[in-house]
């Protein structure tokens, strides 16, 4: 089993900064690519971006390309998603996941591969 614990959500301003922490416990952290997505009220759940086991590939979705960045820190279990230049539209719940390692990056921005999941953090953002 592989525990996921988010943290870093709040309320922001549109045009304001959020980092978000996902903290793993429980498996070897390098066993496993890791990925964030958000589900907005009344919408499904949606890909927002994912990184590979070593840290050196990484997808993300369009409408958030440019804004925002994922990173992990293998040492300290940790991936992060730093959000830049925030617009409501961007108001939603996060989630980390874990899917295993060598996943192929096509397969990572869906759902399918992912089996531990983060209970989730809120992000709203005003305008």
């Known amino acids: 089993q592989v525990q996921l614990v988010e943290s870093g959500g709040g309320l922001v301003q549109a045009g304001g900064s959020l980092r978000l922490s996902c903290a793993a416990s429980?498996?070897?952290?390098?066993?496993?690519?890791m990925g964030w997505f958000r589900q907005a009220p009344g919408k499904e759940r949606e890909f927002v971006a994912a990184?590979?086991?070593?840290?050196?590939?990484?997808y993300y979705a369009d409408s958030v390309k440019g804004r925002f960045t994922i990173s992990r820190h293998n040492a300290k279990n940790t991936v992060y998603l730093q959000m830049n230049s925030l617009k409501p539209e961007d108001t939603a719940i996060y989630y980390c996941?874990?899917?295993?390692?060598?996943?192929?990056?096509?397969?990572?921005?869906?759902?399918?591969?992912?089996?531990?999941w983060g209970q989730g953090t809120q992000v709203t953002v005003s305008s």
């Open positions: 996941a874990a899917a295993p390692a060598a996943s192929s990056g096509r397969a990572l921005t869906t759902l399918g591969p992912y089996n531990y």
């Open positions: 429980g498996r070897t952290f390098t066993n496993y690519d």
């Open positions: 990184i590979n086991w070593s840290g050196d590939s990484t």
